[in-house]
């Protein structure tokens, strides 16, 4: 299908069953598809394995979907500011795969392009590499689950012999992304830090729904310009300009000496 635009949200996310995997984008508060994550809250669907970076805040992104306890297992590199993501962790409510974040970068990118696995220095010595970082407590507090141990293998990498550790690509069932602009094909061009996670969580995904502030007729776009080709994509939903887009942090920089 060229044309692969939906009329609705609901409409692009109604085949998402229960127990489906899915690569999520967004880099904090930036870039998520929020549009996507309310449609896919509205119908129900529970039982997720998500990938992102991280699982939004208790009332934003992912963390809407994680409060309805819709979300069974994560896999991210940072977990710091959700509350009941803390709490679902640590009683065993939710399983967490941990992984570094050029780690997990790469692992999506590697599965969007047909890698099944690379070696990387990251993770070398620690609990990465040698297993028993906690996925899933019991209620006791006691692990239930723990990360394996991952083969390690020694490269003549820049003049000298150093260790790497296998890391296993990622893909998933569905990728959920945002986008500032996008065509009718599916090609995606993303506003600064919501470029972060979004192409490479839409690579990932062996169906794509990228949500667009502003959809255009093929050949708008300029082609140097366009930062996630259509092959990638495979439906798209405009949701507008007037979207609500939330700071996780707002910071006010010091006024200069001698002005209020």
């Known amino acids: 299908m060229i044309d692969k635009q939906f009329a ?42 998500v990938v992102s970076n991280n699982c939004g805040v208790d009332d934003w992104g992912l963390g809407v979907l994680l409060g309805a306890q819709r979300i069974r297992k994560m896999t991210s590199s940072y977990v710091g500011e959700n509350k009941e993501f803390e709490r679902q962790f640590l009683e065993g409510d939710l399983e967490l795969e941990l992984t570094p974040q050029g780690t997990l970068a790469e692992k999506l990118r590697a599965g969007g392009s047909g890698i099944a696995a690379f070696y990387t220095q990251t993770g070398v010595g620690t609990q990465v590499a040698e297993g028993g970082l906690p996925r899933r407590y019991n209620p006791d507090g006691t692990i239930a689950v723990a990360s394996p ?12 012999e150093r260790e790497f550790v296998l890391e296993e690509s990622i893909t998933t069932d569905f990728a959920l992304v945002h986008a500032l602009k996008g065509d009718r094909y599916g090609n995606l061009v993303f506003n600064k830090a919501a470029r972060n996670f979004n192409p490479l969580a839409a690579m990932a995904g062996r169906i794509c729904i990228a949500q667009v502030e502003q959809l255009v007729e093929p050949g708008e776009l300029d082609p140097d310009g366009i930062h996630l080709p259509g092959v990638f994509v495979h439906r798209i939903v405009e949701v507008g300009t007037d979207i ?17």
């Open 149 to 160: 141990v991952k083969d390690t293998r020694i490269f003549d990498f820049h003049g000298a």
């Open 8 to 49: 609705t949200a609901a409409e692009a996310v109604a085949d998402i069953p229960d127990g489906a995997s899915l690569a999520v984008g967004g880099f904090g508060l930036s870039g998520n598809p929020m549009t996507l994550i309310e449609a896919l809250l509205a119908q129900g669907t529970k039982d997720l394995s």
């Open 244 to 260: 609500e887009k939330r700071i996780e942090r707002r910071t006010v920089a010091a006024s200069p000496e001698g002005r209020a």
